[in-house]
């Protein structure tokens, strides 16, 4: 019988996607590991693989198509022998619902953005298991098995993210040899209890309300897309949750930049150019080494201390932003960690990045110094437990051994989630920070 193609969640909190491309047409015979669409979600475009062999009956929602809802038929497959007249009589996928039923689905905590917490709802919904329900048989495309076979990985522990809870590519090609790649075991987080009526803050005009305000004004409406919608709601959490606090210190960058330029001469054979945020990102990575109680998140009702230092740096595309995460930041040379970044900046803006290369890290750098701003506040990216957001290099006079020089200093604010680190704690950290910046040799020991 016809098998239903589904709309594919390609990340943990996709809710819904863009189904940006088919590249396939109806009558097409494709295999399984085939890429047949590609699907953007709120953060990226990614290509979609066929699970199954067969003949694309009917495409079911046209490409360019937004607000697909995870799970909602896509196309019909058919398999050998079956014609196009059983790809009709296959049921349409269902309408969305209606505002009036959209709100009261709202209202029992199904239909928020996402990346927002599931109101009246504290626990997350569990990912389909790839075995059959009566026996030991595990459900994965013929690529994946074929790439498990090649690392010797055991399929029976993956969780698979295909339709039904198929294992795919994706899920094995970040699992390492010989190990099944571990499912993620979200944390319950309790719902938090409503505030008293007297303590809660008031709230803003609507949008009716707002759009009656500008009716005789000269406007232009911009719609939101997923990314400007999962921005707006993460940010909005982040600062209605999270008890932010500023620790401020500025680095003199002279020994930096001196040593920045030398690098940069003798790479410059290699088509190396280190940039000032390259050293920052070693100087963050060195510093939560050296202060590992930092090096912390928030888990909702415990705090995970990472080994690592995984480092996100804001990058910004049109529209919006990423926050690739380099790995093992720590470890990794100047150089390496430079052409990293670039790869990972340049694949952001082109939304190519996969879901794993912009998700986790415990900490996050956000610079403006290239356009030009001195100084500034950044906004915590959950559930990191701090950001540093870096301005640009000043030459400002400064008073060394009772005399004024000028030094080209650089204002930095570290943005603090209190609930991870206290005080103390985050000036050790930012001063570690600043000592790497001001000694920048040591970086390379």
Same mark, same amino acid.
């Given at each position: 019988?016809p ?14 996607g ?5 590249? &396939?047409?109806?009558?097409?015979? &494709? $295999?399984s ?9 709120d953060?990226?475009?990614m290509?979609?693989? +066929? ?9 079911? /929602? ?5 607000? &697909? ?7 019909v ?18 309408? =969305? ?11 029992k ?8 917490p ?6 997350p ?9 009566g ?10 098995? $074929?790439?498990?076979?090649?690392k ?6 993956? %969780?698979? %993210?295909g339709?039904?809870? $198929?294992? /795919? ?22 719902a +938090?209890?409503?505030?008293?009526? =007297?303590?809660q ?7 009716d ?5 500008y ?9 939101l ?7 707006? =709601?993460?940010?909005?959490?982040a600062k ?5 606090f500023?620790?401020?210190r ?9 040593f ?8 410059e ?8 945020n ?19 998140i928030?888990?909702?009702?415990r705090i ?14 049109e ?13 990794? %040379?100047?150089?390496a ?6 790869d ?6 082109s ?44 030459? %400002? ?18 943005? &603090? ?7 103390a704690?985050g000036?050790?950290l930012?001063?570690?920070i /600043? ?11």
């Amino acid at each position: 019988m016809p098998t239903e193609i589904l709309m594919p969640a390609l990340s943990p909190t996709m809710e819904e996607g863009t189904l940006a491309k088919w590249l &396939v047409k109806e009558g097409d015979e &494709v $295999r399984s590991g085939d890429i047949i669409a590609e699907i953007e979600t709120d953060k990226a475009t990614m290509e979609f693989e +066929a699970v199954d062999e067969g003949t694309i009956g009917k495409l079911l /929602v046209a490409e360019g198509s937004a607000g &697909v809802k995870v799970n909602t038929p896509i196309a019909v497959l058919l398999e050998e022998g079956e014609d196009a007249s059983a790809a009709a009589a296959s049921p349409a996928p269902a309408k =969305a619902a209606p505002a009036a039923e959209e709100k009261a689905a709202a209202e029992k905590g199904y239909g928020g953005p996402i990346g927002a917490p599931v109101a009246g709802d504290a626990s997350p919904a569990k990912p389909t298991p790839a075995k059959a329900e009566g026996g030991d048989r595990v459900f994965a495309s013929p690529l994946a098995r $074929r790439i498990a076979a090649e690392k010797g990985i055991d399929l029976s522990g993956i %969780t698979g %993210t295909g339709p039904r809870g $198929r294992i /795919v590519k994706a899920d094995v090609e970040g699992a390492k040899p010989g190990a099944a790649k571990p499912a993620a075991a979200p944390t319950a987080v309790p719902a +938090a209890a409503p505030a008293p009526a =007297a303590a809660q803050a008031p709230k803003g005009p609507s949008a009716d309300a707002i759009l009656k305000m500008y009716a005789d004004r000269e406007t232009t409406e911009v719609p939101l897309d997923g990314m400007r919608r999962t921005i707006a =709601a993460r940010l909005s959490e982040a600062k209605q949750t999270i008890p932010h606090f500023y620790l401020r210190r500025s680095a003199k960058l002279d020994a930096l930049m001196e040593f920045r330029a030398m690098l940069n001469k003798q790479l410059e054979s290699r088509g190396v150019k280190l940039s000032v945020n390259d050293f920052v990102i070693k100087a963050c990575a060195l510093a939560l080494q050296q202060v590992p109680d930092a090096n912390a998140i928030w888990a909702g009702d415990r705090i995970l201390k990472l080994k690592p230092s995984d480092v996100a740096v804001a990058v910004a595309i049109e529209g919006g932003l990423f926050t690739p995460v380099l790995k093992d930041a720590h470890q990794k %040379t100047l150089s390496a960690l430079s052409a990293e970044m670039k790869d990972l900046a340049g694949r952001a803006k082109s939304k190519k990045l996969a879901p794993h290369e912009y998700q986790g890290g415990s900490f996050a750098i956000s610079n403006l110094g290239m356009f030009g701003i001195e100084n500034f506040d950044a906004v915590i990216n959950p559930p990191h437990g701090a950001i540093l957001a870096v301005g640009a290099g000043i030459q %400002t006079p400064v008073v060394e051994k009772g005399e004024v020089v000028v030094r080209n200093v650089m204002s930095m604010t570290l943005s &603090v989630d209190h609930r991870v680190i206290d005080g103390a704690l985050g000036a050790q950290l930012l001063e570690a920070i /600043v000592n790497h910046l001001e000694n920048p040799m040591g970086m390379l020991a």
